[in-house]
Nanobody
Framework: QVQLEESGGGLVQPGGSLQLSCAASGLIFRVDHMGWYRQAPGKERELVAVTATAGATKYADSVKGRFTISVDTDQKTTHLQMNSVQPEDTAVYYC??????????????????WGQGTQVTVSS
């Protein structure tokens, strides 16, 4: 069974830093991209940052210069370094990956996978 597991969320003061981590497990043959989305209360889920295996990285304008994504496609892990966090960064953060993986016997698919989410709260 293919899974994405996040860790590293919690409470942080404005201006502080936090690092989120995500690891994929299961029978995975290829990773096309890995990244992070977030969803604040009452808002839609939005892109934070994503890196493709080919190397292209995209950040939301609201986090450029403050957040840094790193991806290791061999290890199937991604990290999100969050610096200078602000109260508006408060949200549930979700790891996502587009991967070719085994879903069962003779069943290989290219799918978008999601983690369960980790809460990040920025407050003094």
């Amino acid at each position: 069974q293919v899974q994405l597991e996040e860790s590293g969320g919690g409470l942080v003061q404005p201006g502080g830093s936090l690092q989120l981590s995500c690891a994929a497990s299961g029978l995975i043959f290829r990773v096309d991209h890995m990244g992070w989305y977030r969803q604040a209360p009452g808002k839609e889920r939005e892109l934070v940052a994503v890196t493709a295996t080919a190397g292209a990285t995209k950040y939301a304008d609201s986090v450029k210069g403050r957040f840094t994504i790193s991806v290791d496609t061999d290890q199937k892990t991604t990290h999100l370094q969050m610096n200078s966090v602000q109260p508006e960064d408060t949200a549930v953060y979700y790891c996502t990956a587009r991967m070719e993986a085994s879903m069962g016997a003779h069943d290989i698919r290219l799918l978008d996978f999601w983690g369960q989410g980790t809460q990040v709260t920025v407050s003094s």
